[in-house]
């Protein structure tokens, strides 16, 4: 990536911003045009490499992150939807806007009112009352290491490395136009502020994204029984498929990620 193309990708240029040597070939990824929200795409929104990353290039560009502005995801199935920009960039100030709290009480309501009676089993022992936001976790290992682990594990898949412009995970969602779960939510922005909560609760950082999938790093699991079930009721109304296509029920789904270091979720 030049310099040329490294400005481009930021709304002021990217003054101050400098990338490492060895930077391995790749090129900007634009918004299709029938994807934007406007029509037209003012800008990149995000920088893809040609080749599958290691483990290593992503640890090496996360660490430069403070001076290159760019926050790196690993991208599975690189043709579609990054090949053909089905993408739709949105401004990360908009997150501010939203709130874990107040999208899980939202979806909560909204899908029991929809659930018949007998369905409401599945949210034991919570039912048709939401209960708000898990407490943090307790960190079990520095947030960093937790993520490099993980992209090195997610990199053997052979996934290209695509760099952002945002200065945490959460954010690179809603800036590089992120839709994998547009069958449960139409917009992006409002996952992006749960997010942003599971890094500030959690120490979860976003690694990769794919079609249909997110995987994060999580740094402060859930570790006893009560707390990963609170977790898993934040999970439904985030994620419903992990639920309702896995377990069944948040009581397996929560013996499923205690004490877990990563968290993955996929939309049908």
């Given at each position: ?9 930021f709304a002021d240029g990217g ?12 090129e900007l990824v634009w918004p ?169 609760r959690f120490g979860a950082r ?63």
């Open positions: 990536m030049s310099a040329r193309e490294l400005g481009r990708l003054r101050g911003h400098r990338l490492p040597a060895g930077l391995p070939p790749g299709d045009p029938g994807y934007t929200r406007q029509g037209n795409a003012i800008r990149p929104a995000f920088w893809m490499s040609e080749e599958p990353a290691s483990g290593e290039d992503w640890r090496r560009m996360r660490e430069w992150q403070p001076h290159s502005g760019l926050w790196p995801v690993l991208l599975d199935e690189s043709a579609q939807p990054w090949g053909v920009g089905q993408i739709v960039p949105d401004d990360p100030r908009q997150i501010d806007h939203f709130t874990a709290e107040g999208f899980m009480a939202e979806v909560w309501e909204e899908w029991v009112a929809q659930m018949p009676p007998d369905a409401l089993e599945e949210l034991d022992p919570f039912g048709a009352i939401c209960p708000g936001p898990a407490p943090p976790g307790v960190l079990k290992a520095a947030p960093e290491a937790v993520a490099d682990w993980l992209a090195g594990e997610l990199a053997v898949k052979g996934m290209p490395l695509g760099l952002v412009a945002a200065s945490r995970g959460a954010d690179a969602l809603a800036v590089m136009g992120w839709q994998g779960a547009l069958h449960h939510n139409e917009w992006m922005v409002p996952l992006a502020a749960v997010v942003r909560s599971w890094e500030d976003v690694v990769s994204v794919g079609f249909n999938t997110l995987d994060l790093s999580v740094a402060a699991p859930p570790v006893d029984p009560e707390h990963a079930l609170h977790v898993a009721a934040e999970h439904w109304t985030f994620c419903p498929d992990n639920i309702v296509q896995g377990p069944g029920d948040l009581q397996g789904y929560a013996e499923q990620i205690i004490g877990e270091h990563a968290w993955s979720f996929w939309w049908d």
